[in-house]
Protein backbone atom coordinates (compact mmCIF):
# COMPACT_ATOMS: atom_id res chain seq x y z
CA UNK A 1 0.00 0.00 0.00
CA UNK A 2 1.50 3.36 -0.62
CA UNK A 3 1.71 6.37 1.53
CA UNK A 4 -0.49 8.00 -0.48
CA UNK A 5 -3.61 5.51 -0.08
CA UNK A 6 -2.12 4.81 3.60
CA UNK A 7 -3.45 8.65 4.49
CA UNK A 8 -6.58 8.64 2.17
CA UNK A 9 -7.86 5.63 4.48
CA UNK A 10 -6.22 6.99 7.48
CA UNK A 11 -8.90 6.78 10.57
CA UNK A 12 -8.37 10.32 12.44
CA UNK A 13 -9.51 10.07 16.11
CA UNK A 14 -9.37 13.71 16.41
CA UNK A 15 -9.26 16.46 14.03
CA UNK A 16 -7.58 20.28 15.07
CA UNK A 17 -9.28 23.10 13.18
CA UNK A 18 -8.14 26.09 12.80
CA UNK A 19 -10.90 28.44 12.39
CA UNK A 20 -11.53 32.36 11.80
CA UNK A 21 -13.33 34.77 11.35
CA UNK A 22 -13.31 35.75 7.55
CA UNK A 23 -15.96 39.10 7.79
CA UNK A 24 -18.33 40.47 9.38
CA UNK A 25 -21.02 38.66 7.63
CA UNK A 26 -19.72 35.70 7.48
CA UNK A 27 -18.64 35.74 11.10
CA UNK A 28 -20.69 33.02 11.59
CA UNK A 29 -18.46 28.99 11.87
CA UNK A 30 -20.96 27.85 9.60
CA UNK A 31 -19.90 29.58 6.75
CA UNK A 32 -16.48 28.84 6.60
CA UNK A 33 -15.46 26.24 3.82
CA UNK A 34 -12.59 24.82 6.41
CA UNK A 35 -15.16 24.30 9.34
CA UNK A 36 -17.38 22.36 7.34
CA UNK A 37 -14.83 20.19 6.17
CA UNK A 38 -13.51 19.67 9.37
CA UNK A 39 -17.32 19.10 10.58
CA UNK A 40 -17.27 16.16 7.34
CA UNK A 41 -14.08 14.49 8.10
CA UNK A 42 -14.99 14.35 12.06
CA UNK A 43 -18.48 12.98 11.22
CA UNK A 44 -16.80 10.32 9.20
CA UNK A 45 -14.90 8.78 11.14
CA UNK A 46 -16.86 9.62 14.32
CA UNK A 47 -13.83 11.93 15.96
CA UNK A 48 -13.12 14.38 18.69
CA UNK A 49 -13.05 18.06 17.39
CA UNK A 50 -10.42 20.46 18.66
CA UNK A 51 -11.20 24.46 17.11
CA UNK A 52 -8.25 26.76 17.81
CA UNK A 53 -8.22 29.98 16.36
CA UNK A 54 -4.90 32.17 16.46
CA UNK A 55 -4.59 35.34 17.14
CA UNK A 56 -1.08 37.09 16.12
CA UNK A 57 -1.44 40.10 18.63
CA UNK A 58 -2.92 41.65 21.40
CA UNK A 59 -1.26 45.19 22.41
CA UNK A 60 0.48 44.62 25.45
CA UNK A 61 0.37 47.12 28.04
CA UNK A 62 3.28 48.91 27.12
CA UNK A 63 2.54 49.31 23.58
CA UNK A 64 -0.24 51.48 24.89
CA UNK A 65 1.86 53.50 26.85
CA UNK A 66 3.89 53.95 24.59
CA UNK A 67 1.33 55.15 22.05
CA UNK A 68 -0.33 57.39 24.69
CA UNK A 69 3.33 59.07 24.92
CA UNK A 70 3.55 60.41 21.81
CA UNK A 71 0.72 62.62 21.38
CA UNK A 72 1.15 66.10 22.35
CA UNK A 73 -1.03 65.35 25.75
CA UNK A 74 1.80 62.47 26.15
CA UNK A 75 0.95 61.29 29.94
CA UNK A 76 -2.52 63.26 30.81
CA UNK A 77 -4.36 60.28 29.43
CA UNK A 78 -2.01 57.55 30.75
CA UNK A 79 -4.87 55.72 33.52
CA UNK A 80 -7.83 56.61 30.81
CA UNK A 81 -6.06 54.70 27.96
CA UNK A 82 -5.11 51.76 29.89
CA UNK A 83 -8.44 51.14 30.81
CA UNK A 84 -9.37 51.59 27.48
CA UNK A 85 -6.96 49.01 26.17
CA UNK A 86 -8.19 46.49 29.17
CA UNK A 87 -11.72 46.76 28.66
CA UNK A 88 -10.97 46.28 24.42
CA UNK A 89 -8.74 43.00 25.09
CA UNK A 90 -11.51 41.96 27.57
CA UNK A 91 -14.60 42.49 25.23
CA UNK A 92 -12.63 41.24 22.26
CA UNK A 93 -11.83 37.98 24.31
CA UNK A 94 -15.59 37.92 25.85
CA UNK A 95 -16.37 37.72 21.68
CA UNK A 96 -13.73 35.31 20.85
CA UNK A 97 -14.81 32.87 23.54
CA UNK A 98 -18.65 33.57 22.36
CA UNK A 99 -17.80 32.75 18.83
CA UNK A 100 -15.66 29.26 19.36
CA UNK A 101 -18.45 28.25 21.28
CA UNK A 102 -20.97 28.49 19.22
CA UNK A 103 -18.43 26.68 16.59
CA UNK A 104 -18.76 23.97 19.62
CA UNK A 105 -22.42 23.81 19.57
CA UNK A 106 -22.29 23.62 16.29
CA UNK A 107 -20.33 20.30 16.10
CA UNK A 108 -22.31 19.21 18.97
CA UNK A 109 -25.33 19.57 16.78
CA UNK A 110 -23.37 17.08 14.64
CA UNK A 111 -22.89 14.40 17.17
CA UNK A 112 -19.61 15.45 17.65
CA UNK A 113 -17.84 15.86 20.65
CA UNK A 114 -15.79 19.18 20.45
CA UNK A 115 -13.36 21.50 22.46
CA UNK A 116 -12.15 24.79 21.83
CA UNK A 117 -9.48 26.93 22.63
CA UNK A 118 -7.81 30.16 21.16
CA UNK A 119 -3.85 31.29 21.89
CA UNK A 120 -1.92 34.35 21.39
CA UNK A 121 1.04 34.60 19.35
CA UNK A 122 2.17 33.17 15.64
CA UNK A 123 -0.73 31.11 14.43
CA UNK A 124 1.39 28.35 12.63
CA UNK A 125 3.86 28.07 15.54
CA UNK A 126 0.75 27.73 17.98
CA UNK A 127 -1.28 24.91 15.62
CA UNK A 128 1.45 22.90 15.32
CA UNK A 129 2.12 22.99 19.44
CA UNK A 130 -1.35 22.08 20.01
CA UNK A 131 -1.58 19.59 17.65
CA UNK A 132 1.24 17.88 19.47
CA UNK A 133 0.04 18.73 23.11
CA UNK A 134 -3.25 17.25 22.28
CA UNK A 135 -1.76 13.84 19.75
CA UNK A 136 -3.75 14.84 16.89
CA UNK A 137 -4.29 12.83 14.05
CA UNK A 138 -5.12 15.45 10.89
CA UNK A 139 -4.79 19.32 11.12
CA UNK A 140 -7.14 21.08 8.70
CA UNK A 141 -6.55 24.83 7.74
CA UNK A 142 -7.22 27.39 5.46
CA UNK A 143 -4.96 28.97 2.77
CA UNK A 144 -6.05 32.71 1.61
CA UNK A 145 -3.74 31.89 -1.74
CA UNK A 146 -1.28 34.85 -1.43
CA UNK A 147 1.17 33.64 -3.68
CA UNK A 148 5.29 35.24 -4.22
CA UNK A 149 6.23 38.61 -2.82
CA UNK A 150 2.88 38.78 -0.51
CA UNK A 151 3.64 35.19 0.53
CA UNK A 152 7.43 35.85 1.17
CA UNK A 153 6.35 39.12 3.36
CA UNK A 154 3.80 38.36 5.07
CA UNK A 155 3.91 34.67 5.32
CA UNK A 156 2.05 31.71 4.78
CA UNK A 157 0.87 29.99 7.91
CA UNK A 158 -0.70 26.78 6.04
CA UNK A 159 3.05 26.76 4.44
CA UNK A 160 4.11 26.56 8.18
CA UNK A 161 1.89 24.06 9.36
CA UNK A 162 2.25 21.82 6.12
CA UNK A 163 6.40 21.98 6.82
CA UNK A 164 5.92 21.64 10.51
CA UNK A 165 2.89 19.62 11.68
CA UNK A 166 3.08 16.51 13.49
CA UNK A 167 0.78 14.61 11.50
CA UNK A 168 -1.79 14.89 8.64
CA UNK A 169 -2.69 18.01 7.15
CA UNK A 170 -5.84 19.07 5.14
CA UNK A 171 -5.30 22.46 3.41
CA UNK A 172 -8.85 24.04 2.11
CA UNK A 173 -8.15 26.85 -0.47
CA UNK A 174 -10.67 29.42 0.29
CA UNK A 175 -13.13 30.41 -2.40
Known amino acids: MSIQ ?38 KKDNSHLFI ?27 GETLAFSDRLVEE ?12 QELANQEGLEADYEYGVGEPGKLICELAQRYAVD ?19 VSNYVVHHAPCHVLVVQHS
Do not use: M
Open 92 to 103: TTEELNAWLRSC
Open 52 to 78: FHAINHFPARQDVLVASHVTPYAGLYE
Open 138 to 156: LIVIGRRGRRGLSEILLGS
Open 5 to 42: SKAVNAKYNKILVAVEPRSEEQSKPNHSEVFDSAIALA
